[in-house]
């Protein structure tokens, strides 16, 4: 076993474990599903592609990490995360801003998936086209979600009050677009550099 296998199998473990254990008494057991789902989808197709479309080192694990986040989220719902309240009273805040981590990271590794996609594939000529087009791509992932969110406050009524997270606050959705945005350009004028050099060694 490599140790990027190795990695894989302890990244793969550690969600598992952590999507098993919040899934034996949540909060909400409809917000659990609905929060873990992302994870129930990625972890299959994640799986499936492994051999044939290895991803990043860096890409593997931001990834593993997006999903301890929707796992957290879904086992307390979003303002019932510890972490959050512990933010909470750091920072000062009026609300747990969990979920605004949670839309940090729905801007941050999605933009990096993006500039895998586009970069292996050739698809975007152009660095500054490429990080525009990652930006795009993850504020889109970011507005289809609060639809997502939408429609279920129109299904559920007050039963997605859990999953909706607003904790009261009117501009909710746009301060979770905002994140999301700041998310998404933060991982491209970070991680750019480094995740170039991670595509070079598979030969992109």
Known sequence: MTARDHLDSVLAGVVIVALVVSGIAPFDR??????????????PLLAATRQRYPLTTLL????????????GGGAYSYARVP?????????????????KIGH?????????????ILLRGRYVNGRRMVA????????AISASYELIEWAAALAMGQ??????????????????????????????????????????????
């Open 60 to 71: 593997g694990v931001l990834i593993a990490a997006h999903m301890l986040v929707l796992i």
């Open 104 to 116: 940090l990271m729905q801007g941050f590794v999605p933009a990096l998936v993006a500039r895998e």
């Open 30 to 43: 409809a917000t659990w599903v609905m929060e873990v789902a992302p994870v129930l989808i990625a972890l």
């Open 132 to 139: 525009f087009v990652c930006i795009c791509i993850a504020l």
């Open 159 to 204: 039963g997605a009050d859990e999953f909706l997270g607003t904790q009261g606050d009117p501009w909710d959705t746009q301060s979770d677009m905002l994140m999301a945005l700041i998310g998404a350009s933060s991982a491209l004028a970070l991680l750019s550099g480094w995740h170039d050099r991670q595509l070079a060694r598979l030969g992109n």
């Open 83 to 99: 972490l959050g309240f512990w933010l909470q009273e750091i920072l000062g805040t009026v609300r747990n801003p969990y979920d």
